[in-house]
């Protein structure tokens, strides 16, 4: 088995793991815009002062105030504007103050927004499938937790101190976890946070979870959420977005992958750990879901 714990939202975090690749204290003043559209990364904000209007491409601008805490698992585009934006076509370029220090805005313009915004990144083979499983967009109010963890990150990324990486990466998945049991699970898109927050669809996610190595059926797990088959099968597909055996063999697959990029293992001491009985039985299965063989994946993925 994978060293990661069997609570569902906890090994999904813990898989995907998660590295600071910025994080900046910024600060602005008067009117200002800042763009990006060459992102593809997880970003997280904290408000620390103020207000700003922040547009992520797809959705609609929300405000931003102080206490305010926004996390985007996949980010593919955005703009941070103050609530009037400037002109457009006026060129808004970031002034670099101190290490990890920012300013936008005219200079001689009094600050009136403070803000902790990090990108970071998610070191795993199986990226897309688990970010799939996560909310597109948190914005929770007044959680001090998360608004208390964001400047501690800040502050571990500008010092050389030793276990530095793996401090990182254990603040970031709390911070991840945090976050994401922060929403409210009736605005929830089908998912894992909604499926969790029905707790007999919990009690099947957790078995599936648990026992990757054990051979599962709709008939078990809908045993496990004291519920009917059918009606079993009907709610998870509603609230989770997946069939269960679909779920199932996805998170087997995410528990592959990332044996297979850690090397150490044969394929069919990989095929027992994620509930196959012989490699050619995974082998088969791993073709259907990625569309090559398990060492043709990984010598994909570690060359």
């Not at 400037?86 to 803000?115: C, K, N, S, W, Y």
């Not at 709610?235 to 997946?242: C, D, E, P």
């Not at 998170?251 to 196959?276: H, P």
Request: a neutral charge; aromatic letters at 6%; charged letters at 20%.
């Amino acid at each position: 088995m994978l060293d990661s714990p069997s609570d569902p939202l906890s090994s999904v975090v813990t898989l995907l793991k998660p590295a600071v690749s910025v994080s900046k204290m910024v600060e602005a003043g008067g009117h200002w815009l800042v763009e990006r559209h060459d992102t593809a990364s997880p970003f997280y904000c904290a408000m620390v002062e103020g207000r700003c209007r922040l547009h992520v491409i797809g959705r609609d601008p929300v405000t931003l105030k102080a206490g305010d805490f926004v996390l985007i698992p996949h980010l593919q585009g955005f703009n941070m504007s103050s609530e009037v934006p400037p002109p457009p076509h006026v060129p808004q370029l970031p002034l670099e103050t101190g290490p990890g220090q920012f300013r936008l805005g005219a200079i001689e313009a009094p600050v009136d927004m403070r803000a902790l915004v990090g990108h970071c990144s998610f070191d795993t083979p199986a990226r897309s499938l688990l970010v799939s499983l996560l909310p597109e967009m948190i914005h929770v109010s007044d959680q001090n937790r998360l608004t208390t963890l964001v400047p501690v990150i800040h502050e571990e990324t500008r010092a050389d101190r030793p276990g530095r990486g793996l401090i990182l990466e254990r603040l970031l998945e709390v911070l991840l976890i945090e976050a994401l049991r922060s929403d409210q699970a009736t605005t929830l898109p089908p998912g894992l946070l909604r499926g969790l927050s029905d707790p007999q669809l919990s009690a099947a996610l957790q078995r599936i979870h648990a026992e990757p190595d054990s051979p599962l059926s709709v008939s078990e797990l809908a045993k496990a959420a004291g519920m009917s088959r059918s009606g079993f099968f009907e709610r998870f597909r509603r609230q989770v977005g997946r069939a269960p055996l679909q779920y199932a063999i996805e998170w087997r697959m995410a528990l592959a992958k990332t044996l297979l990029r850690q090397g150490g293992l044969t394929i069919s001491e990989i095929a027992l750990k994620v509930g196959y009985g012989s490699a050619s039985a995974f082998g088969l299965a791993f073709v259907r879901h990625e569309g090559l063989s398990p060492g043709a994946f990984a010598n994909k993925i570690r060359g």
